[in-house]
């Protein structure tokens, strides 16, 4: 029997050309010819060149109209968080608030300790996440992988049902600053969700293997989890760290991503 591409499920790095790029749907089939799939990542780092919007200057009076503060509780790598809506602000007081000295990233040697202190410091000053951002920052005169514009079987659901799913077959926006995390439901693993790091610092993207037994590990990892309740991660109630997870036998693996260079 023939082996299967990608059979350690690594998350894949691809780097298309110009003209591989102006085909989305075909290239993702090519990135799941190779395996990328099984990963339940993959990295696609855009042609030289290329941007999605030409100028950020314009954005600061975007309106986030429920930002959400992140209370969570637990400890021991095993959390679970809730949110409080806070009162409207704009993407300039957002920022504002990111760069204060409560909320700004903390001095750090690398990623690595980044990440140490980002676990060990879970539990302190409740960030605030703006989430569900109806919109999108790509210029409308960008053609390759505009989120607004794929050209795939979703925009037919508007295009000829005159369906619209907000988050689904439109893209949402998420800013986020230190700690928040932006958690993937079971539905990113089960349909391909397409995000990218837009403007800002670099953001840490990490994740099971969408093949094997992740997710039924999930149930045993959350104290006073009943074992029915599969769908818990789906509602972005749980938040594990990677040494929780490979303590149940769970691998996760994790790529970076910078602004307007990688997907």
């Not at 200057?57 to 806070?86: C, E, R, W």
């Not at 607004?148 to 005159?162: A, F, N, P, R």
């Not at 958690?183 to 293997?209: H, I």
Request: aromatic letters at 10%.
């Amino acid at each position: 029997m023939e082996s299967p591409l990608n059979p350690n499920c690594s998350i894949m790095v691809f780097r298309p050309t110009k003209e591989e790029f102006n085909d989305f749907d075909k290239y993702i089939a090519y990135m799941e010819s190779q395996g990328a799939h099984r990963a339940g990542l993959a990295k696609v780092i855009p042609p030289k060149g290329w941007r999605a919007r030409q100028s950020y200057d314009n954005i600061s009076d975007m309106l986030i109209a429920t930002p959400l503060q992140q209370v969570v509780s637990g400890g021991a790598g095993v959390f679970t968080q809730y949110h409080k809506k806070k009162k409207a602000m704009t993407v300039g007081q957002y920022r504002h608030l990111a760069n204060s000295e409560k909320h700004r990233t903390p001095a750090h040697l690398n990623y690595e300790d980044l990440e140490r202190k980002y676990w060990k410091n879970r539990l302190y000053d409740s960030p605030i996440y703006g989430a569900d951002v109806n919109g999108s920052l790509f210029d409308e005169s960008t053609r390759e992988w505009n989120l607004g514009h794929l050209g795939t079987i979703q925009d037919l659901l508007e295009q000829e049902c005159g369906v619209v799913i907000e988050g689904v077959n439109t893209p949402y926006l998420y800013f986020g600053m230190w700690r928040p995390p932006s958690r993937g439901t079971r539905r990113t693993w089960t349909c391909t969700a397409s995000t990218m790091c837009t403007l800002g610092a670099q953001d840490l993207v990490r994740g099971p293997p969408s093949t094997g037994s992740a997710w039924s590990a999930w149930p045993g990892a959350v104290p006073g989890q009943r074992p029915d309740l599969r769908g818990l991660p789906a509602h972005k109630v749980a938040l594990i760290s990677p040494t929780v997870l490979r303590e149940n036998g769970v691998p996760s693996a994790a790529r970076r991503r910078r602004p307007e260079s990688s997907w």
